[in-house]
């Protein structure tokens, strides 16, 4: 079954706009990631948390690590055109990737933008 | 610095062939894992090497096996190919594996199985 539950499944938003999206899993995770994902293209990296409550930004992203350790959001503040894309929470869990490098991903927020 | 690098990028095979994919991961980068993405999908994980040993692997059948190099290069082999194995293969590298160092990805090679 889904181990990590990603939403909204896809959003379409207005030039400017704020966008936030979120992952939820029942398991504690101890790391999360969030990754951009353009046609044709592999996941990029965007934001790395590390320790519960960590609340990290890179320019219009902001990505925080839920208290819980159950949950992360992302939130894009001042959407424009080149935002359009997948993305993708992904994780590491002590449950559910065993100690390895094993990332259990979301199924992705497909994001457009109208200009 | 070149990022992850995959070959070929895009592969056509029919059912039964074998199939290997490469990749060179970042400069430095000793750990490297290998996702399968089928569309619409996020990745899903199929193995990872540090320093040339397995060091975890996914839900898949035997049919599907790894190695790395010396050099930290990896190989993925897929045997017996079948329709469902049609999907776009990532490799990720990382330093050490380790939670604190984040796995970066390659474009992917895109298998398509007829």
């Known amino acids: 079954g889904q181990q990590l539950n990603q939403s909204p499944q896809s959003m379409f938003i207005q030039e400017g706009e704020d966008v936030s999206m979120n992952c939820t899993s029942s398991?504690?995770?101890?790391?999360w990631l969030w990754y951009k994902q353009d046609p044709g293209e592999g996941p990029v990296l965007l934001i790395a948390?590390?320790?519960?409550?960590e609340l990290t930004s890179n320019g219009r992203l902001t990505a925080q690590f839920g208290i819980t350790r159950k949950d992360s959001f992302l939130n894009i503040s001042a959407s424009i055109p080149s935002d359009v894309g997948i993305y993708f929470c992904?994780?590491?869990?002590?449950?559910?990737?065993?100690?390895?490098?094993?990332?259990?991903f979301g199924q992705g927020t497909t994001l457009q933008v109208k200009p | 610095d070149a990022g992850v690098t995959q070959s070929p990028t895009h592969l056509i095979k029919t059912r039964g062939q074998q199939v290997t994919l490469r990749c060179s991961p970042i400069s430095g980068h000793k750990s490297v894992s290998w996702y399968q993405q089928v569309l619409g999908q996020g990745p899903q994980f199929i193995f990872q090497y540090y320093e040339k040993e397995e060091r975890g692997r996914g839900n898949f059948p035997d049919r599907f096996s790894a190695r790395q190099f010396p050099n930290y290069s990896s190989e993925l082999n897929v045997n017996a190919l079948l329709l469902g194995d049609s999907a776009l293969y990532l490799c990720?590298?990382?330093?050490?594996?380790?939670?604190?160092?984040?796995?970066?990805f390659g474009d992917g090679t895109r298998l398509s199985i007829l």
């Open positions: 992904a994780g590491l869990s002590p449950r559910l990737s065993s100690n390895t490098g094993k990332l259990i």
């Open positions: 398991s504690i995770f101890n790391t």
């Open positions: 990720a590298s990382s330093w050490d594996g380790s939670r604190n160092q984040p796995q970066h």
């Open positions: 948390l590390y320790k519960a409550g």
